[in-house]
């Protein structure tokens, strides 16, 4: 039985945000960075970045962000107070599930890894995202670590009063 990690949590736009960006990227895979903080009880996140996926050989079913957007991203979000908490990429025409690529790619320990089931374009001649699931990059070196599945909790804004 898998075990459920710390939850993932986010605003409905955020969620929206990565599943349209594995709609607009498909066939191939799309890639982002999720950005926030990290609380006892889940990773939280702020801001859902889009980055290049620079996969030129198999970009269908493999992703891969440029080092130095990597940096780019991670020096924004920490004079934004933030930081990275997880990665997301969608999977075109296979299941929200990780691979044994994601697992030798992940590198981030206590970092959530969001997958988006992407399907091909369907009778409206659209391809739509289907399943997304996270997953927590847990253990304590590479030597042991695994992905446990992890529970996405997808809030609203809260309404802003106007006088």
């Given at each position: 039985m898998t075990s459920i990690a710390a939850a993932l949590r986010m605003e409905q736009a955020q969620y929206d945000a990565i599943r349209k960006h594995g709609e607009e990227t498909y066939p191939n895979e799309c890639c982002g960075v999720l950005l926030g903080h990290s609380e006892p009880d889940a990773n939280v996140v702020v801001d859902a970045v889009r980055a290049g996926n620079v996969r030129t050989?198999?970009?269908?079913?493999r992703y891969q962000i440029?080092?130095?957007?990597?940096?780019?991203?991670?020096?924004?979000a920490r004079q934004q107070g933030l930081d990275i908490v997880g990665f997301y990429h969608s999977h075109p025409d296979h299941p929200a599930q990780w691979s044994r690529t994601d697992l030798t790619?992940?590198?981030w320990l206590g970092c959530s890894y969001v997958i988006t089931s992407v399907l091909g374009p369907q009778s409206t001649?659209?391809?739509?995202?289907?399943?997304?699931n996270a997953f927590l990059l847990a253990g304590s070196s590479e030597e042991d670590?695994?992905?446990?599945?992890?529970?996405?909790?997808?809030?609203f804004a809260e309404p802003v009063a106007v006088s």
């Open positions: 050989d198999s970009a269908h079913n440029a080092p130095q957007e990597l940096v780019r991203i991670q020096r924004d790619e992940a590198h001649g659209r391809c739509r995202a289907a399943e997304t670590k695994r992905l446990e599945k992890q529970a996405i909790e997808v809030q």
